[in-house]
């Protein structure tokens, strides 16, 4: 069974710069989350999607946007691409378990470097 | 409002010494529990997790947590810890229909 998958592994933007991730989650998990690492920090939650819905967002601004397609997979884009941008961007996904007994299986994420 | 608590950013400890990585978390349901590591540049692996029943759980790579009701605490422990454990640990919680909330982390460090 593939794991989450996260693409591209790393890219290199400039600021100002519009990029978009991708994760494609785990087959018949049907959230999707979002976090950011900068260097040093820990994850900071960015969005929540589960069933095509944005269930949550952290306190990001809004330049940070994302979906979830019909197949669940998710995209996360940022606008306006900022130096403090650069950061590991992790995506997890998770499936609906019984009683909500689930777990969260995490993507390698992709390293974004902002120049 | 839910959160996760990893009191220590960093510890270090001798190769062989026992390990004791520290998380509480605020809440009045019992949440389900994780322990994940991360190592350098990588995604994060589930080490261990709590839903139900027995206190003391038991993990991979010969990683233990016991989750304590009474002091909200869900202790990450190994008798002897090895270099290859050297990584960041996370603490998360999942309370049921809502989202997975993960501590800052504790960043280890083995010396020889």
């Known amino acids: 069974e593939a794991g989450v998958t996260q693409s591209p592994t790393h890219l290199i933007k400039t600021r100002g710069q519009q990029v978009t991730l991708r994760c494609s989650p785990i087959s018949g998990h049907t959230s999707v989350y979002w976090y950011q690492q900068a260097l040093g920090l820990g994850l900071q939650f960015l969005l929540w999607?589960?069933?095509?819905?944005?269930?949550n967002r952290g306190n990001f601004p809004p330049r940070f946007s994302g979906r979830q397609f019909p197949n669940y997979s998710s995209e996360l884009n940022v606008n306006a691409l900022e130096l403090e941008d650069s950061a590991l961007y992790l995506c997890?996904?998770?499936?609906?378990?019984?009683?909500?007994?689930?777990?969260?299986?995490f993507g390698q994420g992709t390293r974004l470097t902002v120049v | 409002a839910q959160s996760v608590t990893q009191p220590d950013i960093h510890i270090t400890v001798s190769e062989g010494a026992s390990l004791e990585l520290r998380c509480n978390y605020s809440?009045?349901?019992?949440?389900?529990l994780f322990w994940y590591v991360q190592s350098p540049g990588q995604g994060l692996q589930l080490l261990l997790k709590y839903f139900s029943g027995d206190t003391l759980v038991q993990g991979i790579k010969g990683f233990e947590a016991e989750f304590k009701r009474s002091q909200s605490s869900f202790n990450l422990r190994k008798p002897s810890v090895h270099w290859s454990d050297a990584a960041e640990y996370f603490c998360a919680v999942l309370y049921t229909g809502n989202q997975f909330y993960f501590g800052t982390g504790t960043s280890l460090t083995v010396i020889p």
């Open positions: 997890a996904s998770s499936r609906e378990g019984l009683r909500g007994r689930t777990e969260a299986f």
């Open positions: 999607y589960d069933e095509g819905e944005e269930r």
């Open positions: 809440y009045g349901a019992t949440p389900y």
